[in-house]
């Protein structure tokens, strides 16, 4: 609590900090905004199927990857709108994010099981792939989004190394069965672009974003 002082007699302030909503489960992303100094409130989207998602998060037939997450991510973002508003809480900017991995023209989410993973990890083994994040701010209606795109080389692999790593459950929840800031950063020969936009958030763009829509960010 800071004062000001008048003709020697002191009254309290109340600092009001800035907040914007985190419309993701992301660990890595909540990480990353604190990094860099964000004050944020996580805000829940629907993924239960029972109960209907808020948003479809599958790729249409035929869809580009760098397609695919900017339009996930903008549905994120309106859905991050309309959440607050039948929630009725109080209204400050929602920030989602989508990333997705893409070789040969093909999408590489997250891998539904131990098979999978090991499948999409053999195709990723001593090529360069491409990996897009998509940022989104959506505030009073308006929204605006920005894409990343880093390529990724990975060493060759061998079957024993690739087993290793699945079995520790790390590529569970990530995108193209790898996380680049855990275990699988050893399998990283070269990047070019974004290391933070491969993680999951691609704060070069966020920052931008959240300054346009005038929070104060370092």
């Known amino acids: 609590m800071a004062t000001t002082c008048i003709y020697n007699v002191c009254f309290p302030i109340m600092i009001i900090h800035p907040r914007i909503y985190l419309a993701s489960q992301s660990p890595r992303r909540r990480e990353l905004l604190t990094q860099i100094g964000v004050n944020f409130e996580v805000l829940q989207l629907r993924t239960n ?5 808020d948003v479809d998060e599958a790729p249409h037939v035929g869809e580009q990857a760098q397609d695919y997450v900017l339009r996930v991510c903008e549905a994120k973002a309106r859905a991050g709108l309309a959440a607050l ?19 040969d023209g093909r999408i590489f989410g997250k891998p539904r099981g131990r098979e999978e993973a090991i499948i999409m990890l053999n195709q990723l083994s001593g090529r ?39 079995l520790s459950n790390e590529p569970h929840d990530k995108a193209g069965a790898y996380g680049i800031q855990g275990h699988a950063s050893a399998f990283v020969q070269r990047i070019e672009g974004s290391y933070s936009g491969v993680v999951g ?3 070069a763009e966020t920052v931008e974003l959240l300054q346009a829509f005038g929070y104060p960010v370092l």
Do not use: M, W
């Open 49 to 53: 199927l029972r109960r209907g998602a």
């Open 85 to 103: 508003k039948f929630r009725n809480l109080p209204p400050f900017p929602v920030l989602v994010a989508d990333t997705t991995v893409t070789l």
């Open 128 to 166: 360069q792939h491409q990996v897009f994040s998509a940022v989104a701010v959506a505030f009073e209606g308006r929204v605006e989004i920005r894409l990343s795109e880093t390529k990724v080389t990975f060493v060759p692999l061998t079957e024993t190394r690739i087993l290793r790593y699945v």
């Open 201 to 203: 958030l691609p704060l």
